[in-house]
């Protein structure tokens, strides 16, 4: 047998591609390093055409130049690990190293004084006895937690002392994810790059995983009563199950019951409970497709239908399973949620089926607090899959009785922003009832029940007139904001007629032959302008929110707008110490399609690659070198920076772009054409937008109802 031990430490390649993905890079990088950096590791594949690199010796790299890329350290210890844990799947198999690697950090996580599996042994390498007298030790370790072979002991014994290269890799996750049970999570969550089908296969999205533990109200039934039982009814791998736990929190008592029908699907649950600090006696994890409440009765109850394909789909079955968790649940259970087939729970049904009477019978009996159809491809593996969600409630508060909260985010992708606007809106609805002059939702529509009683078999889709909110307030705040739009669009007419006339400032034609012309780099080596390197920044670093905006490629192209993309101030000094905000006056220049150029005006932001910043020196500006928007106007022109349709880099870099040499008067006079030109640019943008405004909102109060067009708007029709 070979040393396995060694080739799983020293032996696990990466490529380039799986570098850049490491290090939190594009994929150039890695490839400009290999020409910059002369310790940059040596290639070791077979394949000098697709070179491969030792996973350890490309770590120890990255450690050593951490301003390279942007992925902690701790990422960087527990990806090379992994990278050489999925080194092992073509020796075990998938199933089985998943089985192996989930069991021994389980082992780990269950260990009060979170003691390696693996002690540092110096002759333990390439000695096979030491080998066998380690795994002998972590076997006696498992039978010790699991007697009755419940949820590892067999997934140990099954291996042999070759794998405890295996547990030295479990180590060196759990010390970089901080923790056995995280690095379990962690491992779960990159199944698919084990190859683990069987698992993947029944893999929710993770938007929606964290739906179903907002949704249910986990978090605020643990805050109150200190303690907080779970049920679910298909467990598979147990992802639900350790989003409810997570949402309940570190501080609360769980009790954990389950049922799966698949037992190494339900020993992988056990396992992932256990580890997340479940005990043993608050965890009852049954195989089969019944589940028994012999542990206690739960507080919240979830049950995501296995799938069906739709030709072999009973949809009366769908009603009938619904009515079987609701029978088998108790009457201590408050909250249910039910995920299954869109078309059934939310969909059009023949009138005398017998799906249509259950559905109906489910919505008479005034226990569905909420249906929301979902979007297309909450499992992966199932793209084509329509699915939507129930919300059962046992007790609801007065003021929702007798309505269903309605709710469809099919049209859009389930983002985070959206799982919080659910339930936000779901909250409201559980807590306040119907309240018009309260909170506004934001995807629902609350239905009376006998009105859908009126329309059998249709489907279970908000209505797409406005709600009593937008019938008392929403017409009157568009009809006010369409009057202030006019206001402002006026007043921008009003800035636009005081301007004068550009005729006379219209530039004439010169007389005295072409000018003296210079090059970009010729002013940088003269310290005129001195180039500001745009930072390389991690996408996960930039968002909605932050004290400083990013300017990149598609804000000086203009295909964003500056100002939506920023950046936190605190993750701009942790991360990148070096950066420097732009000033006023900065001329930011990318060409990466062709010179675009943009004028930073106010300053105080941050310049992403392959965007860089011109600054010119206080001291220059009172000789010939143009002002800001002087120079961004010339370097715009592009000259000698044009290329053929085939080329892939432009003719000459940034550096060589010729320049003509103004005298002081050409560049005051231009900068005054220029800043004229700009305010009108300005006021013009103004006008489009707020036409755009008026053009929203006339729409969509038309589209529900709220507005109507007079004919004063058009007299002829009068």
Known sequence: MPDTYRSGETGALMTLAEIAQLAGVSRPAPTNWRRRFPDFPAPSGPDPARPQFCVNEVIAWLLAHGNLGHAEPSELRFEAALHSLSAYAAQFGPTRLLQTATSLLCLRALDDADEPL?????????????????????????????????????????????????????????????????????????????????????????????????????????????????????????????????????????????????????????????????????????????????LAEPDIAVACLPYEAAEERDDAHVFAQIQRVLADSGDQCSTILMFGPADALVGTLPLTSQAERERRRLLDSRLVETVIRLPGGMIPFRAGFHSALWILRRRPVPQARGRVLLCDVSAQPLTDEVVRELARDVHHWRTAGFDPAGYRLRHGVPVDIRELAKRPGAALDPPRKPSVYDWVHGADERVHAIRQAEAELADVQEQAAKLPRLLPAVPQRRTDGSPVRTTLRALIEAKQIEVVSGLRLDPAHVGADGEHAVIGAAEVAGREQVGRRRIDLLALAARYGRSQLTEPGDVIVCVKDG????????????????????????????????????????????????????????????????????????????????????????????????????????????????????????????
């Not at 999570?185 to 029944?202: I, N, S, Y």
Request: aromatic letters at 4%; proline letters at 4%.
């Open 595 to 718: 010179v675009n150029v943009y004028v930073d005006e106010r300053g105080a932001n941050v310049v992403e690659f392959p965007a860089r910043a011109l600054r010119i020196h206080p001291a220059s500006r009172a000789n010939t070198v143009p002002t800001p928007r002087v120079l961004a106007a010339l370097l715009s022109a592009g000259r000698g920076s044009g290329r053929a349709n085939s080329a892939v880099r432009p003719a000459r870099k940034l550096d060589d772009l010729e320049l003509p040499v103004l005298t002081g008067r050409e560049i005051k006079l231009y900068d005054e054409l220029l800043k004229d030109l700009y305010k009108r640019r300005e006021l013009i943008a103004g006008q489009l937008a707020t036409l755009d405004r008026i053009h929203t909102l006339t729409a969509r109060g038309v589209t529900d109802g709220t507005l109507i067009v007079r004919s004063a708007l058009m007299p002829e029709l009068s």
């Open 118 to 294: 693996v002690a540092a042994e110096p002759d333990f390498v390439s000695d096979h006895a030491s080998r066998e007298r380690v795994w002998a030790r972590i076997v006696k370790r498992a039978r010790d937690e699991d007697e009755e072979d419940e949820f590892l002991l067999t997934e140990i014994e099954s291996v042999g002392p070759e794998s405890v290269a295996l547990a030295r890799l479990a180590d060196s996750l759990a010390e970089a994810a901080y923790g056995a049970g995280n690095a379990l999570e962690r491992l779960l969550a990159a199944r698919h790059q084990l190859g683990m089908t069987e698992l993947t296969v029944r893999t929710f999205v993770p938007q929606f995983v964290l739906l179903m533990a907002r949704l249910s109200g986990a978090e605020t039934h643990a805050r109150e009563k200190r303690a907080v039982t779970f049920a679910d009814f298909w467990t598979g791998a147990g992802d639900v199950l350790q989003a409810l736990a997570e949402a309940a929190g570190r501080e609360a008592d769980v009790t954990v019951l389950a049922a799966e029908s698949d037992p190494a699907l339900a020993r992988l649950a056990r396992r992932r409970m256990l580890a997340r600090g479940i005990g043993h006696l608050n965890l009852d994890l049954q195989v089969g497709t019944e589940l028994r409440l012999d």
